[in-house]
């Protein structure tokens, strides 16, 4: 089963005073383990950072004011996106954003229930614990010492590996392309691939093993 871990930065919090979209990240996972389908990019939010966004993910206007608009990424995206589960941390956020972005230019909007919420996982897991993405790396164990601002791929690749844990697979499952089915295989019509060659010791090989062994048991190997 194909999922994607996705991620966003803005230019602020909140869609109803006008912020914008400026970074997507997004990791595909084929049955929890990641491929190596990515997508990302920047993007011009066509307004100003604001100054608390500004100290989250640094990405300036200057930086910005150069990268492609939403529109010219759009296609590519929802393409990326299409069919899968979206895993992210704290929904509603980045959503609400995205919702937004595709509002904007008359695109169909992405339903809620093709979303898994980290967060609302953590919640219900962990009550009263703390559910950050920084806490649950820290719980379980998920080295984020990389994370010295939020970066949407850098998330993305931290989310992927606490939702395994969130969901208590610890490990990804292999899923191999090719599987045997024993019951229509005729096991006689397969060359046995062991060897049926006995290799006799040598009577003195055998006296040296006999010496070896007693040096050996009169050691003390506690």
Same mark, same amino acid.
């Given at each position: 089963?194909?999922?994607?871990?996705?991620?966003?930065?803005?230019?602020?919090?909140?869609?109803?005073?006008?912020?914008?979209?400026?970074?997507?990240?997004?990791?595909?996972?084929?049955?929890?383990?990641?491929?190596?389908?990515?997508?990302?990019?920047? @993007?011009?939010?066509?307004?100003?950072?604001?100054?608390?966004?500004?100290?989250?993910?640094?990405?300036?206007?200057?930086?910005?004011?150069?990268?492609?608009?939403?529109?010219?990424?759009?296609?590519?995206?929802?393409?990326?996106?299409?069919?899968?589960?979206?895993?992210?941390?704290?929904?509603?956020?980045?959503?609400?954003?995205?919702?937004?972005?595709?509002?904007?230019?008359?695109?169909?909007?992405?339903?809620?229930?093709?979303?898994?919420?980290? @967060?609302?996982?953590?919640?219900?897991?962990?009550?009263?614990?703390?559910?950050? @993405?920084?806490?649950?790396?820290?719980?379980?164990?998920?080295?984020?010492?990389?994370?010295?601002?939020?970066?949407?791929?850098?998330?993305?690749?931290?989310?992927?590996?606490?939702?395994?844990?969130?969901?208590?697979?610890?490990?990804?499952?292999?899923?191999?392309?090719?599987?045997?089915?024993?019951?229509?295989?005729?096991?006689?019509?397969?060359?046995?691939?062991?060897?049926?060659?006995?290799?006799?010791?040598?009577?003195?090989?055998?006296?040296?093993?006999?010496?070896?062994?007693?040096?050996?048991?009169?050691?003390?190997?506690?």
């Amino acid at each position: 089963m194909k999922e994607i871990v996705l991620d966003t930065e803005t230019t602020g919090l909140s869609v109803k005073d006008g912020h914008r979209i400026v970074e997507i990240g997004c990791i595909e996972l084929d049955n929890l383990i990641p491929t190596k389908n990515v997508f990302h990019c920047y @993007l011009n939010p066509e307004r100003k950072v604001s100054e608390s966004a500004l100290k989250v993910h640094g990405y300036t206007d200057e930086f910005l004011s150069s990268k492609k608009k939403f529109i010219d990424v759009v296609d590519d995206f929802l393409k990326f996106i299409d069919g899968k589960k979206i895993i992210i941390h704290n929904a509603d956020f980045d959503i609400s954003h995205l919702n937004n972005e595709l509002s904007l230019i008359n695109k169909k909007t992405i339903s809620k229930e093709n979303v898994i919420d980290t @967060l609302e996982i953590a919640r219900n897991k962990f009550p009263g614990a703390g559910i950050s @993405l920084d806490a649950l790396c820290k719980r379980f164990r998920v080295d984020n010492t990389r994370r010295k601002t939020h970066t949407a791929l850098l998330d993305c690749e931290l989310l992927s590996k606490v939702y395994i844990n969130l969901i208590d697979q610890k490990e990804p499952i292999f899923q191999f392309k090719k599987q045997i089915d024993l019951g229509k295989v005729n096991l006689n019509n397969h060359k046995k691939v062991y060897s049926k060659k006995i290799i006799k010791i040598s009577k003195e090989e055998f006296e040296l093993h006999k010496i070896f062994l007693k040096k050996q048991l009169k050691k003390n190997f506690y």
